[in-house]
């Protein structure tokens, strides 16, 4: 079943640009509400786990919060008792498909803030002061991570819609992975070509259409792939393992024949297939012994340099050679592909529980520093693309918004782990970067 074929799901999302996209791509949609009874986040739930619902956006404010935990507001234990004994079922069925969350950022920062009701809503559509405790707060964020949901957090509404339309059109066009390759990166190219071999993996063993698409800055290269039939979004992950399986198992021919000839490869194809692949893969290498050797050589002159300039006079050259060599010793690898964005997933950062240390940070040092963060927590590589985004000021707007976005969201649930001070830089830095 494609996409236009299911319906999305809306949870107070009906923002005019998203309704609108929606509606322009011919996809239906279901609008619901959460200020409703408790039954019907149960029939909510329904939507979302009957075979039919294609994604999944919500909304939530503070109200929305405070019946998830029953709590906040005087009487919201008995007020809110259902709606609390409900959120779990609903919250799990949310995390179970591609979705998006939104909230808003002073929530997340644990802050008071100003609303955006519009005009009409309040009396003569002023604005007015709003307010979570501390307690709910803590409780709602446990509920979210013991569920699997991960919100994003927004500042303005326009950014929020802007969020959703985006999210709509990556899920719609069946965008499978994007990946930010950084121009002169250690192993760019080879990394760009192990894309390649997994894009013909894909096509001939899963018998999938994949197109490569994709743009270049002066910055670096993004690499875009878009299946041109239905693929469940959380296989792709699963499958690019899989095919680091097969990449594996290329020095040893009986054991890839075989593991083709279980997809249902016939002989001929399958030693076929396997000889292209092999190429492939010494090309890779033999490139990356290169820009290995290239690179040790360039590294090893420069220590020479320094040492030559350091040790005793009376120390023989030979030896301080011998020294740095064995300093620069070291072994042919092929790299992992790093920095993948799997859209429609969420970076699960709730499992690994240390500090992160980013203290001193220096003026210059924020995209580095960012990085090792991330890094720490995401293995899916979808925040590793996204600090690229927004350091590469030729990133299409849209994108540096939802790398924004994403990078605010991380250090807002990772803030119980982040020293203070360098929360507060990176934190800066990624509003900077936006023109926020």
Not at 308 to 321: A, H, I, Q, R, S
Not at 334 to 354: K, M, Q
Not at 375 to 398: K, N, Y
Request: charged share 30%; with cysteine; hydrophobic share 40%.
């Amino acid at each position: 079943m494609s996409l236009d074929e299911k319906y999305v799901v809306l949870i107070d999302a009906d923002s005019a640009a998203l309704t609108s996209r929606l509606r322009a791509r011919r996809q239906k949609y279901v609008l619901k509400r959460l200020s409703s009874r408790a039954d019907n986040w149960n029939v909510m739930a329904s939507l979302i786990e009957a075979d039919g619902a294609s994604l999944v956006i919500a909304r939530l404010n503070r109200h929305n919060l405070e019946q998830m935990t029953a709590s906040g507001t005087p009487h919201a234990d008995e007020l809110y008792k259902e709606h609390a004994l409900s959120a779990p079922r609903l919250l799990r069925a949310i995390s179970s498909i591609p979705h998006l969350v939104l909230l808003h950022e002073d929530i997340g920062l644990g802050r008071d803030w100003k609303s955006e009701a519009p005009a009409g809503w309040l009396y003569e559509g002023e604005e007015y002061d709003e307010t979570l405790s501390e307690a709910t707060r803590a409780s709602a964020f446990e509920l979210f991570d013991r569920c699997g949901v991960q919100p994003t957090f927004y500042r303005r509404n326009a950014e929020a819609d802007e969020l959703a339309v985006l999210f709509v059109d990556d899920i719609s066009s069946n965008l499978l992975l994007r990946i930010y390759i950084p121009s002169g990166a250690v192993f760019g190219n080879e990394a760009a070509g192990i894309l390649d071999m997994f894009r013909d993996w894909l096509v001939t063993t899963q018998r999938v259409g994949v197109r490569r698409a994709g743009y270049r800055t002066t910055r670096g290269e993004v690499v875009e792939f878009y299946a041109d039939s239905s693929i469940a979004h959380d296989d792709i992950v699963p499958r690019f393992e899989q095919f680091q399986r097969f990449v594996d198992l290329l020095s040893d021919a009986d054991a890839a024949l075989e593991s083709l000839m279980a997809l249902g490869f016939g002989p001929d194809a399958a030693s076929e297939f396997i000889a292209r692949n092999v190429r492939a893969l010494r090309r890779l290498r033999t490139d990356l012994r290169h820009d290995y050797e290239r690179r040790l050589l360039a590294l090893r002159q420069a220590a020479e340099a320094e040492v030559v300039e350091e040790v005793d006079t009376n120390v023989p050259f030979p030896t301080v050679e011998s020294a740095v060599l064995r300093l620069f010793g070291g072994s042919e690898v092929l790299p992992r592909i790093a920095g993948i964005e799997i859209p429609g997933t969420v970076v699960s950062d709730t499992t690994r529980r240390e500090r992160i240390q980013i203290e001193g940070v220096q003026e210059g040092q924020e995209p580095r520093a960012l990085m090792a963060a991330v890094e720490a927590f995401d293995t899916t590589g979808r925040l590793a693309t996204m600090v690229h985004d927004i350091e590469d000021l030729e990133t299409p707007r849209d994108r540096r918004s939802a790398a924004t976005a994403a990078l605010k969201s991380f250090l807002i649930r990772s803030r119980d782990r982040i020293e203070s001070e360098g929360f507060k830089v990176l934190f800066r830095w990624i509003e900077y970067q936006a023109g926020l």
